[in-house]
C-alpha cells in the first residue's frame, strides 16, 4: 500500500440486538454453550467460519477465524475452507461430512437436507454429536442473521473475549 492509499470508512452498525434485547442474546448465549457440548472445538470453529463464509458475515468470520487461529487452527485450512471441496485433501473425513451438513443446513435452497448428505454425517457422529452438531450450525446461522442484519463492524474482536 502507498501513502497516498487509504481504507474505505469503517460502516456504523446498524442495531445492537445485544443491547436492546439482553434476554433474547443470553438465551441465544445459552442455547450456543448447550449446543457445542461433546464437539470437537476445532472443528466447531470450522463449521461457524464456513457457515459465516456462505452468509456473508464479516463479523462472525473475523471471531471464528480469530478463535480458531488462537485454538491451533492452521491459516492454510481456514483459508481453505471457501473451496473444502476442491481442496479436500486438508481435511479428514469427519470434518468433511461436518461442512457437507454445514452447507446444506445453511443454504436449504431446496427446503431439505439430502439424506445422503445426514447419512455421511451420521457415520462420523454419533446420535447425541449429530443433534450437538445441527444444533451448533443451526445457532450460528441466528447469530449470522443477527450479526449481518445489524451491520456488526468486524476487526475489533479479542479471541476469547465473549467467552459465554
Given at each position: ?17 445485544s ?85 446444506a ?52 474482536y ?7
Open positions: 500500500m502507498t501513502t497516498n492509499d487509504t481504507y474505505a470508512t469503517e460502516v456504523q452498525p446498524r442495531i445492537r440486538v443491547e436492546l434485547l439482553p434476554d433474547v442474546y443470553k438465551a441465544v448465549v445459552r442455547l450456543d454453550g448447550a449446543a457445542r457440548k461433546n464437539l470437537d472445538p476445532t472443528l466447531l470453529e470450522l463449521v461457524k467460519i464456513r457457515a459465516s463464509q456462505i452468509n456473508h458475515c464479516a463479523f462472525c468470520l473475523d471471531m471464528h477465524s480469530k478463535d480458531a487461529l488462537a485454538a491451533g487452527e492452521s491459516v492454510e485450512r481456514i483459508v481453505q475452507l471457501s473451496a473444502w471441496e476442491e481442496s479436500r485433501h486438508f481435511y479428514t473425513e469427519k470434518e468433511l461430512a461436518a461442512l457437507e451438513l454445514t452447507e443446513v445453511t443454504v436449504l435452497t431446496d427446503g431439505f437436507v439430502p439424506d445422503e448428505v445426514y447419512e455421511k454425517a451420521a457415520k462420523h457422529f454419533d446420535e447425541t454429536e449429530l443433534a450437538h452438531l445441527i444444533a451448533s450450525i443451526a445457532v450460528i446461522n441466528v447469530w449470522n442473521r443477527f450479526a449481518v442484519t445489524g451491520r456488526l463492524v468486524p476487526g475489533h479479542t479471541p476469547g473475549s465473549l467467552k459465554h
